[in-house]
């Protein structure tokens, strides 16, 4: 059974930093492209950033130069670390080990929320 858990998230003030981090169990971890998605209140979710085996990374324009994916498959955890961080970037934080056309997985979530 594949398990995603995310952690890391947190109340921040404008201009701070989070890690998230995703610890996966029950897969081959590193034969899969990792996700980070957000969901905000009354928006849908959407995808942050996302890296491939090797590592291949792509991000949403709204977080480029502020958010890194990264990935350490001994670990078979996948991590964002978000600088920089706006109230906008306020949301619910998941993680999605993508399967390709069969679908994937979804951890849980993690809230982030950018107040002061």
């Known amino acids: 059974q594949v398990q995603l858990v995310e952690s890391g998230g947190g109340l921040v003030q404008p201009g701070g930093s989070l890690r998230l981090s995703c610890v996966v169990s029950?897969?081959?971890?590193?034969?899969?492209?990792m996700g980070w998605y957000r969901q905000a209140p009354g928006k849908e979710r959407e995808l942050v950033a996302s890296?491939?085996?090797?590592?291949?990374?792509n991000y949403a324009v709204a977080v480029k130069g502020r958010f890194t994916i990264s990935r350490n498959n001994a670990k078979n955890t996948v991590y964002l670390q978000m600088n920089s961080l706006r109230p906008e970037d306020t949301a619910v934080y998941y993680c999605?080990?993508?399967?390709?056309?069969?679908?994937?997985?979804w951890g849980q979530g993690t809230q982030v929320t950018v107040s002061s």
């Open positions: 890296i491939g085996n090797p590592d291949s990374t």
């Open positions: 029950g897969s081959i971890f590193s034969i899969y492209r």
């Open positions: 999605y080990e993508d399967h390709g056309r069969v679908g994937g997985y």
